[in-house]
């Protein structure tokens, strides 16, 4: 009789810890090391933007780093945020990796983030439908808003397109 599939919770009970590839964890936001060879530079307005989102959503998405020495793969500009907002602990997936492919994964992380583009029309679409109040943690500054609140193009394959019902953000949520 074949087994059946076991999920990933199922999974993690009978895979020891140490054998596990990649882990998350909450850590102590000092005991990241930054990565010195990190090509991606952080300008200030950046840092404040992510810092305002920090403050607004909270940190969702974990930064990563390697689990041997716990030196930063991605997420940089995200601990510099974290600590800029007064977290004492960072969630981080901690990946068992070498120091070649550990360089490798930042380069191409950094490079492959840079070939994505914006539709500016999806975006009109979201501001409008959503009216975020505190702009600077979505990543906009005010006179970007502004510039793309203006008239909407009519489009029809983004009228018929359905959106979840709008949420209301709670301060310290996330």
Same mark, same amino acid.
């Given at each position: 009789?074949?087994?059946? =599939?076991?999920?990933? @919770?199922?999974?993690?009970?009978?895979?020891?810890?140490?054998?596990?590839?990649?882990?998350?964890?909450?850590?102590?936001?000092?005991?990241? #090391?930054?990565? =010195?060879?990190?090509?991606?530079?952080?300008?200030?307005?950046?840092?404040?933007?992510?810092?305002?989102?920090?403050?607004?959503?909270?940190?969702?998405?974990? #930064?990563?780093?390697?689990?041997?020495?716990?030196?930063?793969? !991605?997420?940089?500009?995200?601990?510099?945020?974290?600590? &800029? !907002?007064?977290?004492?602990?960072?969630?981080?997936?901690?990946? /068992?990796? +070498?120091?070649?492919?550990?360089?490798?994964?930042?380069?191409? +992380?950094?490079?492959? !983030?840079?070939?994505?583009?914006? /539709? %500016? +029309?999806?975006?009109?679409?979201?501001?409008?439908?959503?009216?975020? !109040? +505190?702009?600077?943690?979505?990543?906009?500054? %005010? %006179?970007?808003?502004?510039?793309?609140?203006? =008239?909407?193009? =009519? @489009?029809?394959?983004?009228?018929? &397109?359905? &959106?979840?019902? &709008?949420?209301?953000? %709670?301060?310290?949520?996330?």
């Amino acid at each position: 009789m074949a087994r059946k =599939p076991l999920t990933t @919770t199922e999974l993690d009970k009978e895979i020891p810890e140490s054998a596990r590839p990649l882990q998350e964890r909450s850590l102590p936001i000092g005991s990241l #090391v930054p990565n =010195p060879r990190n090509p991606r530079t952080h300008p200030e307005a950046q840092l404040q933007r992510l810092t305002a989102s920090i403050r607004q959503f909270g940190q969702p998405r974990p #930064v990563l780093a390697r689990r041997a020495n716990r030196m930063i793969i !991605a997420g940089h500009g995200v601990k510099i945020a974290c600590e &800029r !907002a007064g977290l004492t602990q960072i969630r981080t997936v901690l990946w /068992d990796v +070498d120091q070649a492919t550990v360089d490798a994964f930042m380069l191409g +992380d950094n490079r492959l !983030a840079e070939l994505g583009g914006v /539709d %500016a +029309d999806c975006v009109r679409e979201l501001l409008h439908e959503y009216g975020l !109040a +505190d702009v600077e943690a979505i990543g906009f500054s %005010a %006179a970007e808003v502004e510039e793309l609140r203006l =008239p909407m193009r =009519p @489009t029809t394959s983004r009228s018929s &397109r359905s &959106r979840p019902a &709008r949420r209301s953000t %709670a301060s310290g949520s996330r």
